[in-house]
């Protein structure tokens, strides 16, 4: 008895109720294979995959792709649109307030806990976002300190 396949990226935005394209699937595969990538660093990557792509058709895509729950939207304050292939687990985020790097953090204890607000206010909760804010190990001042030790 062989083990069942995981599902393609076709079978994936099929099983979405997406229309599949070379378009959608460079896009969905280029997301995955980024970190954090903004808007035009998805485009460079799959216009290399594919050729000619309009900055349109992937703002386009992306959002059909995000509706769908197959990619995850980010934006820092500050910073622009990042997308992400993490989905589906109310993960958070790390970004250096210096190079705009972007890292995922789990939540801070047992399952989503964040989604217990101190007062809901009659809301239905199912996601909270959070963003921690600080120096990446690169910028911090201990990084740059030790670089001019050298």
Same mark, same amino acid.
């Given at each position: 008895?062989t083990?069942?396949?995981?599902?393609n990226?076709? %079978? #994936?935005?099929r099983?979405?109720?997406l229309?599949?394209?070379a378009?959608r699937?460079?896009?969905?595969e280029?997301v995955?294979?980024?970190?954090h990538?903004?808007v035009?660093? *998805?485009?460079?990557k799959?216009? %290399?995959?594919?050729g /000619? *792509?309009?900055?349109?058709?992937?703002?386009e895509?992306?959002?059909?792709l995000?509706?769908?729950?197959?990619?995850?939207?980010i934006e820092?304050? =500050?910073s622009?649109?990042? $997308?992400e292939?993490?989905? =589906?687990?109310n /993960?958070? /985020?790390?970004v250096c307030?210096?190079c705009?790097?972007?890292?995922d953090?789990?939540?801070a204890?047992g /399952?989503?806990?964040c989604?217990?607000a101190?007062? %809901?206010?009659? $809301?239905s909760i %199912? #996601?909270? #976002?959070? *963003?921690?804010w600080?120096?990446?190990?690169?910028?911090?001042?201990?990084?740059?300190?030790?670089a001019s030790a050298l």
């Open positions: 008895m083990a069942p396949q995981p599902p990226t076709a %079978d #994936e935005l099983g979405a109720g229309r599949v394209t378009a699937v460079a896009l969905l280029t995955r294979a980024g970190d990538l903004p035009d660093a *998805i485009a460079t799959v216009r %290399d995959r594919l /000619h *792509i309009s900055l349109q058709a992937v703002y895509a992306l959002h059909s995000t509706a769908a729950g197959l990619v995850r939207r820092p304050p =500050g622009p649109a990042r $997308f292939g993490r989905v =589906g687990d /993960h958070h /985020h790390l307030r210096s705009g790097a972007v890292v953090v789990d939540c204890v /399952h989503a806990p989604l217990t101190s007062d %809901d206010r009659g $809301f %199912d #996601e909270a #976002e959070v *963003i921690y600080g120096l990446c190990p690169a910028c911090s001042p201990r990084a740059v300190t030790s």
